[in-house]
């Protein structure tokens, strides 16, 4: 193992960090950035940015050509400032790296992640020419980007998997940081921390991180003006609640205890090395591509969730969607045309 610790690993140095499953994993690098922080690293904080349909009700991640005042920084990443928004088809949103920059008062870097893996790590390079970069971290609020391909409440691996891919292929100094281990509602707590014991078997877990009364009150102050809810349980746990809450429009439970107020920093290449998915989606050009090669192993991904969605939308549908119900017919839909599946 190169680093033993997270000071061992950005003191003294420029550290980008930035949030690898989505719109709201925002928050989720700020905590780690503010780790960082403390620890001796320069930090620049940024995102994928993939909202949820409740703020965007068009498919896919935001991208670069649809931000207005933004500055580009190269092909695929932009610096985002407080009165940065999307046009999604004459539609105004408002990403959630805006409403971090209106409240903290940081610059953010917004991610492409139509552009596939190749966009992500030109990307990333890009940042690290511009801000003379040392270390990457990657952040996922939950875990899933530790996931294997083969369970069946993985709900969002795209985002994940191109994230991860570029990670892993950028030559830098890097990590990866999960946040809140089971938080978001896709694997549960228990599957995430036995990866995470997997990942520290072959010696690629670099420190466990908590929680402290500062971080928690810089959180709230956070979570008031971003929308998340992966992002908040962290910190509902931190804070006291216990037991089952429902997200996700009540499609997902998640078990609310002190152990979700816990973070993992782990070795990029042994977290990569033991998973298929990220190496599914090297060298893709395009969101769609990436989206492809996960449908040939069966996996139903956030981005066909959305477009489906988007279809039954179109057809004007009175009935009160059930995302289960939508997601079980697109899995099976996949294996009607002879997917090949992974298994574990």
């Known amino acids: 193992m190169k680093y033993k610790s997270l000071e061992s690993l950005v003191k003294n140095k420029n550290v980008f960090i930035f949030g690898a499953g989505g719109g709201g994993d925002i928050v989720g690098a700020y905590h780690v950035s503010n780790k960082v922080k403390k620890a001796g690293g320069n930090t620049i904080v940024g995102s994928v940015v993939w909202e949820r349909f409740a703020v965007d ?13 933004v500055e580009p920084i190269g092909y695929s990443t932009a610096i985002v400032s407080s009165d940065s928004y999307a046009l999604r088809y004459g539609m105004e949103v408002e990403p959630q790296i805006t409403k971090f920059v209106k409240t903290v008062g940081e610059k953010a870097i917004f991610i492409d992640l139509t552009k596939g893996t190749e966009g992500v790590i030109r990307g990333i390079n890009d940042i690290a020419e511009n801000y003379n970069i040392d270390v990457v971290i990657g952040v996922d609020v939950g875990g899933d980007i530790l996931s294997l391909g083969c369970e069946e409440n993985l709900w969002s691996p795209l985002a994940d998997s191109i994230s991860l891919s570029a990670l892993y292929h950028i030559n830098f100094d890097k990590a990866l940081a999960v946040y809140g281990p089971g938080g978001d509602g896709e694997l549960d707590t228990n599957t995430i921390l036995k990866y995470v014991s997997d990942i520290s078997k072959q010696k690629g877990l670099i420190e466990i ?26 910190l509902l746990s931190f804070k006291g609640e216990y037991g089952n809450k429902m ?28 998973s298929e998915l990220p190496k599914l989606v090297n060298g893709t050009g395009g969101i769609g591509q990436a989206n492809q090669a996960l449908n040939d192993r069966c996996l139903y991904t ?21 995302l289960n119900e939508i997601r079980q017919q697109g899995i099976s839909n996949l294996i009607k045309r002879n997917c090949n599946p992974i298994k574990c």
């Open 57 to 69: 009700p068009y498919p896919g991640p935001i991208p670069l050509e649809m931000m207005v005042n």
């Open 209 to 234: 991180m908590g929680m402290s009364y500062e971080d928690s009150e810089l959180l709230e102050n956070l979570i008031k003006n971003v929308y998340t809810e992966a992002s908040l349980i962290p």
């Open 247 to 274: 997200i996700r429009n009540n499609t997902r439970v998640v078990k609310l205890s002190p152990i979700l107020s816990t973070s993992y920093l782990l070795d990029v290449d042994i977290v990569y090395n033991r």
């Open 302 to 322: 956030e981005l066909d969730l959305e477009n489906d969605l988007m279809k039954l939308r179109g057809g004007q549908s009175k009935e009160p969607f059930d």
